[in-house]
């Protein structure tokens, strides 16, 4: 039975949304790519990246002839939409000074809208990251939102108590020493703004799940935004039972239970529900310990041809600045596999139009930043800005969003069909309703989440499985990469299952 068609005319919150979405100014990753343009000639600090351990025992203090080591990890790298054929376990181990003044690892903050993701996100790392004027406004995130912390340990106190981000205990005083670097990738939790999450889950290494403690389980997005983690074969996830502190003793177990059950048939069933309170830092210390022990660094290869997928793109010039002052456009991600140097050629696809082709983006790489600072080579983990000559016109209000920054002799194919083995839910895990997912049909739009990418195409073939659709926007993706499908269902497009790519027509260049 084909879908029902809706009108294409939304709700004026929802027009609102879609605005603000597409035309506000990026949230910190824009203050931290501001900077990428700027040189500088401070020496970069020696740290240490401690690897977390498996088990809740008290970890050994790091000493500075250990810093030095290389860094190691046993934990498979969780699936996410990158080219399946480069995803190896690396032979060549990153060194402290090697990954210095940038995040190791990218966590994403998921969950239903209103139950504390922003908040928990400020509790770790110091920083609110809704910052866009609509977003302060309506209190709710719209955008990504970024931000970056340090994993510390006090040497004197036991656990969880030791874990903090502070550089003195806030215990005993004493000085705490570095475990690692991570960033926060906050995604917003509102029905009409999934296909902003499944961009960020793109970038994501491991998951926290937020939920409420004082409202049921599970919420729509709560069990949306973990299908999500599924489709994308994230298996490193946390719960947090936030706002334990608007419910009773009583309310709280019963939530906790129910948490627990709704779980248990996810592929989060084994993983800790830690209570907190992120509005008053209750349990902050407890999380970090969990993260430390179940969210790992996952291995790198830096060997790789590099690959970033593009979150953001802007102009960082101000209105007024004269012609001989202008800098060059800024694109934002996450590396996801080699390295980048300032000096590098690089491409940008699938590119922007000119006429009825599009065109790739040559560029050099004139600087590289991190939250942490300015960086010579930046590797995988965290959020990098990467400073072009590019014109900024190019880059300005996330043009460039969904593409991916590469050398041009080892980027993915750009395509204007993909053809994908599809695999649907059983059900609308996003609607209240649950009804139940209607089998693909010919000349129906879908929106396809490919990396960091969303397009909306028609369904041109249909046959035992086997879907091609023509993109009313290229992708640049490998082959064999598993992609998240949505239908729009009551004017909101809901996540109703994922294909893998096995081919289609690449795009026309110029």
């Not at 609102?16 to 203050?31: D, F, I, Q, R, Y």
């Not at 343009?37 to 500075?64: L, R």
């Not at 959020?383 to 002799?409: C, F, H, R």
Request: positive net charge; contains cysteine.
């Amino acid at each position: 039975m084909s879908p029902r068609k809706k009108k294409a005319t939304t709700s004026k919150e929802e027009a609102t949304l879609s605005k603000s979405e597409e035309v506000e100014s990026t949230k910190s990753s824009k203050t931290a790519a501001k900077k990428a343009t700027k040189t500088t000639s401070t020496k970069a600090k020696k740290t240490s990246a401690k690897t977390p351990v498996k088990k809740a025992t008290p970890k050994k203090t790091t000493t500075k002839k250990e810093t030095t080591k290389s860094t190691k990890t046993s934990t498979k790298q969780p699936t996410k939409s990158t080219p399946k054929s480069k995803k190896k376990t690396s032979t060549k181990k990153l060194t402290s000074d090697e990954i210095q003044n940038q995040a190791e690892i990218s966590l994403g903050m998921i969950g239903h809208v209103d139950h504390g993701k922003s908040t928990l996100t400020q509790a770790l790392t110091g920083k609110f990251p809704d910052t866009h004027s609509e977003e302060i406004r309506r209190g709710i995130s719209i955008r990504l939102g970024y931000a970056e912390t340090e994993f510390r340990e006090c040497p004197k106190c036991e656990a969880p108590t030791k874990y903090t981000t502070k550089k003195e205990c806030p215990n005993c005083g004493k000085k705490t020493e570095l475990l690692r670097r991570v960033a926060f990738v906050d995604a917003p939790g509102h029905e009409v703004l999934m296909a902003t999450m499944l961009s960020g889950a793109s970038i994501m290494d491991g998951a926290i799940l937020v939920v409420a403690t004082n409202e049921r389980v599970p919420m729509p997005q709560t069990r949306e935004h973990l299908a999500a983690m599924d489709i994308i074969g994230m298996e490193k996830v946390i719960v947090c039972q936030n706002k334990i502190e608007l419910a009773t003793e009583k309310e709280a177990v019963k939530n906790f239970k129910d948490l627990k059950k709704f779980i248990s048939t996810t592929s989060a069933k084994n993983s800790p529900v830690i209570p907190i309170s992120a509005v008053h830092h209750s349990n902050i210390d407890l999380l970090i310990q969990s993260i430390e022990e179940n969210l790992p660094t996952p291995p790198r290869d830096a060997d790789l041809p590099p690959q970033m997928l593009v979150a953001r793109s802007f102009d960082v010039n101000k209105p007024g600045q004269s012609p001989e002052k202008l800098k060059g456009g800024v694109v934002g991600g996450s590396i996801i596999q080699g390295k980048f140097s300032v000096g590098d050629d690089i491409q940008i696809r699938p590119g922007v139009r000119r006429g009825n082709k599009y065109k790739f983006l040559n560029t050099k790489i004139v600087s590289l930043r991190s939250g942490f600072g300015e960086l010579e080579i930046a590797h995988p983990g965290g959020l990098i800005g990467i400073g072009t000559n590019l014109d900024p016109a190019l880059t300005k209000s996330d043009m460039l969003v969904g593409q991916i920054v590469g050398y041009s002799e080892s980027l993915p194919p750009s395509w204007d069909t993909l053809e994908f083995e599809s695999h649907l839910l059983e059900r609308v895990v996003g609607s209240e309703s649950q009804s139940t997912v209607q089998n693909i049909e010919m000349n129906e739009n879908l929106m396809l989440s490919v990396g960091t990418a969303k397009t909306v195409g028609k369904v041109v073939m249909v046959a035992k499985g086997k879907v091609a659709i023509n993109l009313r926007l290229p992708v640049c993706v490998e082959t064999g990469v598993r992609i998240a499908i949505s239908r729009q269902i009551d004017r909101r497009w809901r996540l109703i299952g994922w294909g893998t790519i096995t081919g289609g027509k690449e795009q026309r260049s110029g």
